[in-house]
């Protein structure tokens, strides 16, 4: 990818990921994580890694910074964060979106999902992510990737009601 190209992927992802973050880390982390997540992508182009798909990979490593921050953050290298929540991680309340009384209700039953469903549903509906990529993203094959987002989308309905 010519440098160009690169600077247009940058610029075009970084408020992007920024929005990823925004439920799942606090906002003073979301632009360590950012530069992060860019400087791996760009160290394993420069090693010369076979990515497959730019996006998926950048939101694929992205998810491994997020994880490798919480397991800092609680002081527990092998954390399992599979059926954690950012409301156990961060118990404070919302403020973020506290005008929309519809959009605080929405992102408090997302943050009341584990993590991968979470992701999940942001990577697909915020990122406009295809069940492939979301796959690549979470290093699972496409079917169970359809398979969580389902899953995902009826965790989040029972939270809703």
């Known amino acids: ?26 906002a003073e982390h979301v632009d ?3 530069n992060e997540a860019f400087a791996r992508v760009l160290g394993a182009r420069a090693a010369g890694k076979p990515i497959e798909n730019l996006r998926a990979f950048l939101y694929g490593v992205t998810r491994n910074c997020v994880r490798e921050h ?15 929540t950012a409301l156990q991680l961060d118990p404070r309340p919302s403020s ?28 697909f509906y915020w990122e406009d992510l295809t069940s492939r990529e979301i796959g690549l993203v979470l290093e699972i094959n496409e079917n169970t990737a359809r398979g ?14």
């Open 70 to 84: 919480l397991r800092t953050a609680l002081k527990q290298p092998d954390a399992d964060l599979d059926n954690v």
């Open 1 to 26: 990818m010519p440098n160009d190209d690169w600077t247009g992927f940058v610029t075009e992802h970084v408020p992007r990921l920024r929005g990823f973050l925004r439920t799942l880390v606090r």
């Open 148 to 161: 969580r987002l389902t899953r995902a989308r009826d965790a989040l309905a029972a939270r809703m009601d």
């Open 96 to 123: 973020m979106l506290a005008r929309e009384v519809e959009r605080v209700k929405m992102l408090d039953a997302m943050r009341s999902l584990t993590l991968d469903h979470q992701m999940v549903l942001q990577l």
């Open 32 to 34: 360590d994580l950012v």
